[in-house]
């Protein structure tokens, strides 16, 4: 008891953070090491997919923001041809509902988070780049996308990169 | 006294001429010279040591923290004090408009200076310093480092601002608190040593006096972080509760200065704690002046860690902790020693333990005694 009172707990204290100067250190070294993000991730931008849509505007007007600019004509063969297919991603706030309003899986949410831009009008995708090759698409509403993905790294499982 | 053809001539060991003392009309037979050398020496290593100290607090509570601190700036880190220090050296300076503003500019010079005066009494190594062998060396640090009490209150009366007035007033009932704790921790080695100069201290120490007198270092530590404002007693300049405390209307330059200060306080607290209670530049194999590098840092390490583990007192138990616990016990603990001194002079290798035991008895049993209002009791 009056040990305990004489800075037992303060002693106790020191003790347990130097003993946490042992473990493994938690904080990402951002450039050289990135982290997965997880497989279901609503990312900064969106994947279209021009051979399964079919230009029915249904994710215009899902959106809530008015953001999604499209532009058909008629086709050919009488179907809809896409000119124009444009995301502000400025002034998108990735809810995800043109995604899941999509009726023929034709959109998809991307997986970067590197989309900085120094000029606002730089941040507008129009239909080169949202159906650019490089671009990941997420298992977001896709559930058939998830087991091709790779798994998501959390803090406790990562493998750490010495950088000093 | 040692000239340059003295260390040609008599073939020197490495560290030879470090070893020895140094005459205060060294070089040159004037004292001026002396002074000049071991100013501006002094003046740089502090600045150095600021940087070092910044680099090495940021780099090693980050383990603690389970981050790894600053990497990015130089190796390892090491140019981040120099990037911040060019940094806040170019950010403009403000002065509120409804501030005194003589005293708004003379606080931030008045902090930094008697950090810097107190130096001149240390001995970074046998017998060299400015004035190592000042008779009077611990009563200048006291009668000094009681400047800053003025220093800070004029920094945040100056400003004019709340917070910061609030912080300064908690400062100075603080610092005038723990003076006293302070200055009979500091007696009790003066009695055992029998001399005020720092110089003598050192070479009365053939067992480090935290040691032999282990409720004085113990005292004296816990004060020397009261008077840094350090944890776990901040709560002056508690960035949660009172943002920055009487520094909170300063910027640039003058910001700058009380950081220097704080800093630089830190360096020459632990620069006391060493030379007082761990035997100053003694230590085998290596040469002197690193043993006390290395005891500073240690020091100063052990401050950190308490920083990264201690929560912040409340002001009434700071005030209670300092005049119900502290100050009686070093009174008794002066006693004891006086005793001890009296009966076996010169001073016994057995009464380290002795000294020991009396010590945790007496900190434990008066902390059995003392209680603070508020709160729940502890394992009870």
Known sequence: MALKLAGYGLMQGLFVVLKSMTRKRITEQYPEERLTVSRRTRAQELVWDPDRCTGCATCVKACPQGNIKIKTSIGPDNKYVVEKFENDEGRCIFCGLCVESCPYEALFFGRSYERSQYQRNQLVADIDEMTSPEKEKSAYYRPELYDSLPEQTLLIYRKHKRIL | MISLTDIATQAPVASWWLDSPVSSDWPCHNFWAHWAVFSAGIIIGVLLVVMAFIWFERRFIAPMQLRIGPNRCGPFGLLQPVADAIKVLMKEDIVPAVADKTVHFLAPILIFVPVLLMFAVIPFQN?????????????????????????????????????????????????????????????????????????????????????????????YFTCALAELQRTPFDLLEAESEIIAGYHIEYSGMKFAMFYL???????????????????????????????????????????????????????????????????????????????????????????????????????????????????SEVGA
């Open chain 2, 127 to 219: 017998g060299v310093g400015l004035i190592p062998d000042l008779n009077v060396g611990l009563l200048f640090i006291v009668a000094v480092g009681s400047i800053e009490t003025v220093a800070v209150f004029m920094a945040g009366y100056g400003s004019n601002n709340k917070y910061a007035l609030v912080g300064a007033m908690r400062s100075v009932a603080m610092m005038v608190s723990y003076e006293m704790p302070m200055a009979l921790a500091a007696i009790a080695v003066i009695i055992v040593s029998g001399t005020l100069s720092m110089q003598g201290i050192v070479m009365e120490q053939s067992v480090p006096f935290a040691l032999l007198l282990p409720m004085s270092f113990i005292f």
């Open chain 2, 261 to 375: 200060g704080e800093y630089a306080g830190a360096i020459i607290q632990s620069a006391i704690i060493v030379t007082l209670f761990l035997s100053g530049w003694k230590g085998p194999i290596l040469p002197p002046f690193v043993w006390f590098l290395i005891k500073l840092f240690a020091v100063f390490g052990m401050i950190v860690w308490f920083r990264a583990t201690w929560p912040r007192v409340r002001i009434d138990q700071l005030m209670e902790f300092a005049w119900k616990y502290m100050l009686p016990l070093s009174l008794i603990n002066l006693l004891i020693v006086a005793i001890e001194t009296i009966l076996w002079d010169p001073v016994q290798w057995w009464l380290v333990p002795v000294n020991i035991v009396i010590t945790a008895v007496l900190l434990t049993g008066w902390a059995g005694m003392f209680k603070l209002r508020g709160g």
